[in-house]
């Protein structure tokens, strides 16, 4: 009897993608095989996004799409956009069951199981938050989500709606995750959650964040920690000084065990490079709090990457302010951007403010910032030509089969000579040349 076919699609962030490995795992103990997304499946999961307009209808088509590879199957909608509108997808006849974030963890109580029983060592672990997982299947290094929701209400964002209020999964619980994708040979653990600065606020006398990334730079097979998104009010100096401590930069004192694990790159949202538009927004910092900041980290650690998040278009944002954002950017030492079109979504504060700036101007605002980030990765990695840095080797290059693509600690992206068997294995390489933000160079070990 063969056994029965599940397929699932992750749209959206990285916490998507860690709750579809989670789901994949309960799907195997339930007896499921899993096939790729384009295949034929008796049962399709769409794990859905909603922080954009885009994102939202995309998962729309999606499900009228999906249906049409097999009119006989199960499609469940899940995820934020599930969680927020689930009556939009209701009215979509493809889909058949849709279930909101906290269900995600119960899949058995709305997916038919297979008849043959699976065997019993596929049941993963469970954690006070849901299943543990082995793997975040198609990718070598492992995110491991330590807190979900938001207690912030910044004017633009759906997410609090989405995820809820903040809360922590238990430091016991992150230890256990993390041992088991470790046992499982992953190289690089990143730490993600909706808020990660908010990490333990929840739990009276749990660790916060630093604490928690001091206990986990312990585990003595540990290679590789790598720190998500978090907000510019959330970096303490205590947090600065461990990932200073801890930068994997050769010169490291590679004896000290438990330090020297965790990667020079913080992702520190900005949003606005204008003080009364970080107002509106309600930022709760403003330019000179967030260049202080970034100042500060860089004099800490020169190679260092520094990515931010940038928004452009937010309703009122004049021609004027967006100059200010664009001078603000260009004047500071960051690494990179991931540049954001302003969408409105139901719910929001920013929704029902005036001013809405018009599609073009956004998609002209969008283009600039974009060719400012460019130019500053490609200056970031310039800057790398004759330095020793430490990579993941990821997988092979598109461009040949001996060409190998990694990624540094201080994120930046490498392409490196070598066999197959290195994949999944952490080396260090003699930067040769950089081009456009890509390094080139030798292996050193
Ligand atoms: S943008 Fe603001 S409201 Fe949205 S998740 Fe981040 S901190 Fe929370």
């Known amino acids: 009897m063969a056994r029965p076919t599940a397929a699932i699609k992750t749209l959206g962030c990285k916490l998507n993608q860690f709750e579809s490995q989670q789901m994949r795992e309960q799907l195997e103990a339930l007896g499921y095989c899993i096939v790729p997304f384009e295949a034929v499946a008796d049962l399709y999961v769409i794990n859905s996004c909603t922080v954009t307009t885009r994102t939202a209808r995309d998962c729309r088509q999606l499900c009228r799409r999906t249906k049409r590879l097999n009119p006989e199957s199960l499609l469940l909608v899940t995820g934020c956009y ?23 963890g119960r899949l058995a109580q709305f997916v038919p199981p297979a008849d043959t029983a699976p065997p019993t060592d596929l049941l993963p672990p469970y954690a006070e ?11 070598t290094r492992a995110f ?4 979900e929701g938001c207690d912030a209400h910044c004017a633009y964002c759906i997410i609090p709606l989405a995820r809820g209020a903040s809360r ?10 993390v041992n088991l994708l470790v046992a499982a040979g992953c190289p690089e653990i990143v730490l993600i959650g909706t808020h990660l600065g908010q990490y333990g606020a929840d739990r009276d006398g749990d660790a916060d964040l630093s604490g928690l990334v001091r206990a986990l730079c312990e585990l003595p097979d540990l290679l590789r920690l790598r720190l998500s998104s978090i907000e510019p009010r959330e970096i303490t100096d205590g947090l600065i000084e461990i990932v200073a401590a801890g930068g994997r930069c050769l010169e490291a004192d590679s004896s000290r065990p438990g330090r020297g694990k965790l990667c020079r790159h913080w992702h520190i949202p900005m949003q606005s490079g204008c003080d009364e ?5 309600n930022r709760p910092y403003d330019t000179s709090f967030y260049r202080s900041l970034i100042e500060r980290i860089k004099l800490t ?12 278009g937010f309703p009122g944002e004049t021609d004027e302010q967006f100059e200010q954002t664009r001078a603000f950017i260009e004047s500071l030492p960051l690494s990179y951007l991931h540049v954001f079109t302003y969408s409105a979504r ?6 029902r403010m005036p001013d809405q700036v018009p599609g073009q101007v956004r998609k002209e605002r969008n283009h600039i910032l974009r060719a400012i980030s460019e130019r500053k990765r490609a200056a970031f990695a310039n800057n790398m030509v004759g330095k020793q840095l430490e990579v993941v080797i990821e997988q092979f290059t598109e461009a040949s089969d001996n060409e190998l693509s990694a990624i540094t600690d201080n994120y930046l992206r490498a392409e490196v000579a070598g066999s197959p068997e ?4 952490i080396a260090k390489i003699q930067v040769t040349n950089a081009h456009g933000g890509m390094l080139h160079g030798e292996l050193v070990e």
């Open 82 to 104: 599930a969680q927020v509108t689930p009556e939009q997808l209701e009215q979509i006849a493809a889909t058949d069951i849709v279930i909101g974030n906290a269900a995600r």
């Open 168 to 177: 922590s999964v238990p430091a016991g619980d992150v230890i256990k995750q």
């Open 129 to 139: 938050t849901g299943p543990m997982i082995r793997a975040i299947s198609g990718h």
């Open 346 to 351: 139901p719910g929001t504060t920013a929704a």
């Open 301 to 312: 650690q020169p190679d260092t990457a520094i990515g931010a998040d940038v928004i452009v």
């Open 277 to 281: 538009i970080l107002q509106c927004m």
């Open 422 to 425: 290195l994949i999944g294995s």
């Open 144 to 147: 491991v989500k330590v807190q």
